[in-house]
């Protein structure tokens, strides 16, 4: 089935910047989209980006477009969410997940996904 572990997550000042790592293992996922989540206290998680299983297209939400970039490195199993411009509204634990194969990142939208992660936690203080 493979295993998806989120790290790079911590503390950061409002427009800071940090960059999380979603390395997959057991398996691997170079066919699939693959993207972020989040889900901030007392709210339901929301999509933030995902990228093409070449990495070629991306697509993000409204809230991070401009501020946030994705990408992933094949070779390493590994997708990366670089964060700019953080603000206090992005603090929340950070999940990554796998698209369907072949499919386009915006898909990842509307997906359903069977299991989640740890997360990392980004804290912004403002």
């Known amino acids: 089935q493979g295993q998806l572990v989120e790290s790079g997550g911590g503390l950061v000042q409002a427009g800071g910047s940090l960059r999380l790592s979603c390395a997959a293992s057991?398996?691997?996922?170079?066919?699939?989209?693959m993207g972020w989540f989040r889900q901030a206290p007392g709210k339901e998680r929301e999509f933030v980006a995902a990228?093409?299983?070449?990495?070629?297209?991306?697509y993000y939400a409204d809230s991070v477009k401009g501020r946030f970039t994705i990408s992933r490195d094949n070779d390493k199993n590994t997708v990366y969410l670089q964060m700019n411009s953080l603000k206090s509204e992005d603090t929340a634990v950070y999940y990554c997940?796998?698209?369907?194969?072949?499919?386009?990142?915006?898909?990842?939208?509307?997906?359903?996904?069977?299991?989640w992660g740890q997360g990392t936690q980004v804290t912004v203080s403002s």
């Open positions: 997940n796998v698209g369907r194969r072949f499919a386009t990142p915006a898909t990842m939208t509307q997906s359903k996904y069977d299991s």
């Open positions: 057991g398996r691997t996922f170079n066919s699939y989209p």
């Open positions: 990228v093409s299983w070449s990495g070629a297209g991306t």
